[in-house]
């Protein structure tokens, strides 16, 4: 007969067993609870030290998969992994990290002064995100420093080559601080289009473009700094991406103009074609006048306005909002903490 598990030596935490021999934890099918949150291992031996944890031939299971460790140390802090002499393995092989901090989120590394060593040598990455497939290495936001000098890449994928760089569609080279590419010094890599000083036509409309990248695919425009032009009008982004489709405007961070005035929005939605106008943080000018929703959604068609923390009806004269004014063709209306009544029905009553 089986004794009961802790008799055997294993300890139950969450979802999983461990059991402690000789300084070590053995965890299986479980977490760990550190200092910065919980910490999953598969099939493998802990040891905590002064904040540190050794592996030995174990997995361990952070907010974005799996990270093998092979002789080394990992330090969890808010999110990061500081590996000490050691090697990781992500789903595309093992990668080597000297003296570093990795941040791991969808298959994405973060490094923070830190070296990484691939199959072609030592590549150090300063405030950026670094994503491994199959010999590639793509950069988001950072920096590659390479024998030559520091090469800065955005939304690319590159590969090392005797000096040169590989990006997807051709090879660029570093000279006095610009990356020159085969045919010209304009850089397509994975759909992207990075131009200075131009204009580029594509199948929406001109599209004018200052100091930054342009992506058209499947109907979403990413612009940094720039204006785009569409068939509804010009359409300023500042740090967002736009999608025209089926009368849906999508924006991050940026003004959006309309044929009905601006709109500013910033983390929403616009839908313009069936009268629903999704709105959270921002201020809509309608034929109306201005309206400040927040958190909510305002229909016009029908006289209903509905926002989260209330609902406004102009059809009976009641208006309930919080925190805010409503200027109606009426005239002003102040709404403090509660309920109001039009001075059209007050006049009524």
């Keep these: 007969m089986l004794l009961p598990a802790r008799q055997r030596g294993w300890i139950k935490v969450r979802y999983g067993w461990i059991k402690v021999s000789g300084g070590w934890i053995k965890v299986r099918y479980g977490w760990i609870k550190m200092s910065c949150g919980w910490i999953k291992v598969r099939y493998g ?5 002064c ?16 990270i093998k460790v092979r002789y080394g140390w990992i330090k969890v802090s808010c999110g990061w992994i500081k590996v000490r002499y050691g090697w990781i393995k992500m789903s595309c092989g093992w990668i080597k990290v000297r003296y570093g901090w990795i941040k791991m989120s969808c298959g994405w590394i973060k490094v923070r002064y830190g070296w990484i060593k691939m199959s072609c040598g030592w590549i150090k990455a300063m405030y950026g995100w670094i994503k ?7 950069v ?12 800065k890449v955005r939304y690319g994928w590159i590969k ?18 610009w990356i020159k590419a085969m045919y010209g010094w304009i850089k397509v890599s994975c759909g992207w289009i990075k131009v200075r000083y131009g204009w580029i036509k594509v199948s929406c409309g001109w599209i004018k473009v200052r100091y930054g990248w342009i992506k058209v695919s499947c109907g979403w ?3 940094r700094y720039g204006w785009i032009k569409v068939s509804c009008g010009w359409i300023k982004v500042r740090y967002g991406w736009i999608k025209v489709s089926c009368g849906w405007i999508k924006v991050r961070y940026g003004w959006i103009k309309v044929s009905c005035g601006w709109i500013k929005v910033r983390y929403g939605w616009i839908k313009m074609c069936c009268g629903w106008i999704k709105v959270r943080y921002g201020w809509i000018k309608m034929s109306c006048g201005w309206i400040k929703v927040r958190y909510g959604w305002i229909k016009m068609s029908c006289g209903w306005i509905k ?3 209330g609902w406004i009806k102009m059809s009976c004269g009641w208006i309930k909002v919080r925190y805010g004014w409503i200027k109606m063709s009426c005239g002003s209306i102040k709404v403090w903490y509660g309920w109001i009544i039009s001075e059209l029905w007050m006049d009524k009553g």
């Design 45 to 49: 031996w802990i040891k905590v030290s």
């Design 51 to 66: 904040g540190w944890i050794k592996v030995r031939y174990g997995w361990i299971k952070v907010s974005c998969g799996w």
């Design 132 to 138: 491994v497939s199959c010999g590639w290495i793509k």
């Design 140 to 151: 988001r936001y950072g920096w590659i420093k390479v024998s030559c000098g520091w090469i």
């Design 160 to 177: 090392m080559s005797c000096g040169w760089i590989k990006v997807r569609y051709g090879w660029i080279k570093m000279s006095c601080g």
């Design 221 to 223: 425009i990413k612009v």
């Design 307 to 309: 926002v989260r923390h």
